[in-house]
């Protein structure tokens, strides 16, 4: 079995940053693409950003140039690095994995609020 956990979330004021973490545990062969999605109150997930086993990224739109994720293969962790918060990135961030054994496992999310 397999876990993810994110962590790092919070409040931040507008222009302000954060950085999330989610790290995989449990019996981990090998761990392909890794992403972030985020989930606003009365909307769907979506997108935010993805990062193969071989670092490959892909952005949303909305996100390019102000958020950049990366993974640690080492510590079986991907991480999202947010700056230049706006409000309309205040979310539940939740981040996935594609293990080798189990397929697409999802966390539990942490919540990113934006605000003065």
């Known amino acids: 079995q397999v876990q993810l956990v994110e962590s790092g979330g919070g409040l931040v004021q507008p222009g302000g940053s954060l950085r999330l973490s989610c790290a995989a545990s449990?019996?981990?062969?090998?761990?392909?693409?890794m992403g972030w999605y985020r989930q606003a109150p009365g909307k769907q997930r979506e997108l935010v950003a993805t990062?193969?086993?071989?670092?490959?990224?892909n952005y949303a739109d909305s996100v390019k140039g102000r958020f950049t994720i990366s993974r640690d293969n080492a510590k079986n962790t991907v991480y999202l690095q947010m700056n230049s918060l706006k409000p309309q990135d205040t979310a539940v961030y939740y981040c996935?994995?594609?293990?080798?054994?189990?397929?697409?496992?999802w966390g539990q999310g942490t919540q990113v609020t934006v605000s003065s």
């Open positions: 996935n994995a594609y293990f080798g054994s189990t397929g697409l496992e």
């Open positions: 449990g019996i981990i062969f090998s761990i392909n693409a």
């Open positions: 990062i193969t086993s071989d670092s490959s990224t």
